[in-house]
């Protein structure tokens, strides 16, 4: 069974910085593309940034290029998604959220929501102006 498990997230004031967590099982790692999304109240689902699965390439929105960092890691045999934020702005508060694609080993990873198949259970991010 697939897990997507977030943490972090919370309030924070224009400018600061916030990490997002996603604790990963029941998937590889190293054979599935890995994102983050946002939505915003009365908005889509939106690409925030993905990384290919195989770790070394990275997608990001244009809003939060320069800004936010994705990356993965495999300590202690857990498996791990995190989205560095910094510069934070109030056009960023959203609740978020990680996901797993639905294809495996795909040499260029979707950036649509519906291509992605497991999701974690979302975290407030607010950042106040």
């Given at each position: ?117 497991y999701w974690g259970?979302?975290t407030q991010v607010?950042?106040?102006?």
């Amino acid at each position: 069974q697939v897990q997507l498990v977030q943490s972090g997230g919370g309030f924070v004031q224009s400018g600061g910085s916030l990490t997002l967590s996603c604790a990963i099982s029941g998937r590889t790692f190293n054979s599935y593309a890995m994102g983050w999304f946002r939505q915003a109240p009365g908005n889509e689902r939106e690409f925030v940034a993905v990384l290919k699965w195989n770790g070394a390439t990275t997608y990001y929105a244009d809003s939060v290029q320069g800004r936010f960092t994705i990356s993965r890691d495999n300590a202690y045999g857990k498996s791990t998604l995190y989205l560095q934020m910094h510069n934070l702005k109030p056009e960023d508060t959203a609740v978020y959220y990680c996901a797993s694609e639905s294809s495996r080993v795909r040499n260029r990873p979707s950036l649509a929501p519906e291509d992605y198949e497991y999701w974690g259970q979302g975290t407030q991010v607010t950042v106040s102006s």
